[in-house]
């Protein structure tokens, strides 16, 4: 059951260029979508979210995308920085009204930024 | 900025013990989670709890598995007769009331599970 898939394993960038992560999900009754990092010996860390109702979102150096007719969204990080390696993870949750957070997380992508 | 702390880090246990693992969500928040990831394995829900009840729970957590809130800052998850496949990285999260529904859950570090 891959309600959400993220096919990328791994991504190698180089510091200063954009790193590319996505992510597809098959389950249409997802309206929260959220990114978060983690790495090792952590928990997971909250990066950046995007409700259903809108395409885009920007935090600094982190902007997500949504595509909703393609049930696809991508994180950018530009410029990518060799803090932001670590493992990332896509999640979503359907909407069951507020406290109701059965997140569903994606296998993650492991993301290499070499100085 | 407040975080969750979960205690301990890591727990090892043998087959068939009972294990308490411990988390101080953040202070404000008002809905905790219990989540866990296997090795090599996606996170995974394993149970949601606010105003002192459970209110969602996944196919993981059975009759084996308890959470509760024993005062007003700890929640604990109870796994009764520990098995070999409870062995995991256990992460409690929070996260606070408001923005519908949609706000983001803080994790803690996770306690590592190990059953032998």
């Known amino acids: 059951d891959q309600q959400v898939k993220q096919n990328s394993p791994s991504l190698s960038v180089q510091e200063g260029r954009i790193s590319i992560l996505n992510c597809d999900y098959t389950n249409s009754m997802f309206d929260y979508f959220l990114w978060y990092k983690k790495y090792p010996a952590e928990g997971p860390t909250f990066l950046i979210s995007?409700?259903?109702?809108?395409d885009k979102n920007e935090d600094g150096r982190f902007t997500v995308f949504l595509n909703k007719s393609a049930k696809h969204l991508s994180l950018h990080i530009v410029p990518s920085q060799p803090g932001d390696s670590a493992v990332y993870f896509c999640?979503?949750?359907?909407?069951?009204?507020?406290?109701?957070?059965?997140?569903?997380f994606g296998k993650g992508t492991k993301l290499s930024v070499i100085p | 900025e407040p975080e969750v702390t979960q205690t301990p880090s890591h727990q090892v246990t043998q087959m068939g013990q009972e294990v308490i693992l411990r988390c101080v969500p953040i202070s404000n928040h008002l809905y905790f989670y219990w989540y866990r990831q296997i090795l090599g394995q996606k996170v995974e829900f394993l149970v949601s709890f606010y105003n002192n009840e459970i209110s969602e729970k996944s196919e993981i957590f059975d009759d084996q598995f308890s959470v509760e809130r024993p005062d007003g800052s700890n929640f604990t998850l109870k796994i009764r007769s520990t098995k070999l496949e409870d062995s995991a990285m256990y992460f409690c999260a929070s996260s606070s009331p408001g923005q519908g529904g949609n706000s983001p859950l803080h994790f803690g570090n996770g306690t590592r599970l190990t059953v032998t």
């Open positions: 995007i409700s259903s109702i809108k």
């Open positions: 999640a979503a949750k359907p909407y069951s009204g507020a406290g109701s957070y059965q997140l569903t």
